[in-house]
């Protein structure tokens, strides 16, 4: 009887939940992502060196990492309707304004605005579900959560493309047009968002009273059941060796993720395709990308969690990476750049089911945001340093080998940090 509630509990929760998570999630990674495809059109437009332009779309993970603790901190008090929908506002018209961009200052400024909006929503999520999902289920719906991520980038290629190509209707450049257009829809969801998100299991209208009582019942056993972390705040949590362990572990992989994707529409164009061509191509890898989020957290969960489900997917990655330097061919380059891309993002929802294994509460708000805003600042160093290598070189591949060498080292450090958090949770 125990095991039919929850079943059907964790089945209306994901129904209702996730699919509000993930369009949410979509249209913020789209708005993280336009700039790649509005850099082919506006860094010419407004005069820009490849890393001046670079220095201004990696300003954004500057304001993420000044705000993105605070901002969780602030969710843990306040909740997630109201927080969500302020976050989605914001970041919305920021988007938008980027769209009448009139100078690299104003670039700079907007980008490092447009972080600081959108701090705590990714990491906020995954706070949340710890809420909702006991452990075991963490890791899936980490990775449907991440699938959004693909499907932004899938679409956004698709539109990125499209809306270069409309350059002068209505009086706007193509590039403007790129940033107008994905900011809109943030705007219009946030009324939506603050109408039928609920802040928890507690006030969700469409759970019964027993379904309430068996998730509040089973968060409680598992917080019994884990060793106390002795984190008497939540900024003392963030200070937690285990969180900076995993920091430093993570930069790897967003800064391997930024570089591709800031990357590819770039790498793309010189094969000498249209920009909606260009976009139709950038569909391919992200499809691979959101296959690979739903098949990986599942074999992790059946089989038991283990340190090669982060490492692994990290070192195809970081070869695929290197052979893309080395093969001859842009159709090779471009396979490679397929592969890639999946093996990079794939390990993520198993990593981020690590920190709840020693994070509670508050502790867990904070300890989360902490990893994830330290390192996104990945993001940063691959949109300053990946065109900067461009800018050096000429070459529209050899940036590609500086995320393979971090992507490389966050693999090797799975197997130092892993033994080192709660035992028995993740096997080597």
Known sequence: MTQDIGQTTLRRITGKLMPLFCLMYLIAYIDRQNVSYAKLQMADALGMSEAVYGLGASLFFIGYFLFEAPANLVL???GARVWFTRIMFTW??????????????MFYVLRFLLGAAEAGFFPGVLYVLTLWYPQSHRGRMIGAF???SAAANAVGALIGGALLDMDGLLGLAGWQWVFVATGIPAVLLAPWVLWKLPDGPE???WLA???KAWISRTLQDEADAAPDAGHGSAWRAMLDRRVLMLAVMYVGFPLAAYGLSYWLPTVVKGFG????VNGMLNVIPWILVGIALWLLPRHAARVGHSAWHIAGPALVGAACLVLSVIVPGAVAKFALLCIAAPAIFAAQPVFWSLPPTFLRGAGAAAGIAAIN???NLGGFVAQ???PAIKQATGSDILPMLFPAACLTVAAGLVFVVLPRLTPGKVRA
């Open 92 to 105: 919305g018209l920021i988007t938008v304004a980027l769209g009448f961009t009139s100078s690299p200052a």
């Open 273 to 276: 395709v249209s920009n909606t």
């Open 373 to 375: 805003s330290i390192g």
């Open 203 to 205: 006030t969700a209208p």
């Open 76 to 78: 843990a008090k306040v």
């Open 384 to 386: 300053t340093v990946v």
């Open 146 to 148: 991440m699938i959004a």
């Open 209 to 211: 009273a027993p379904q």
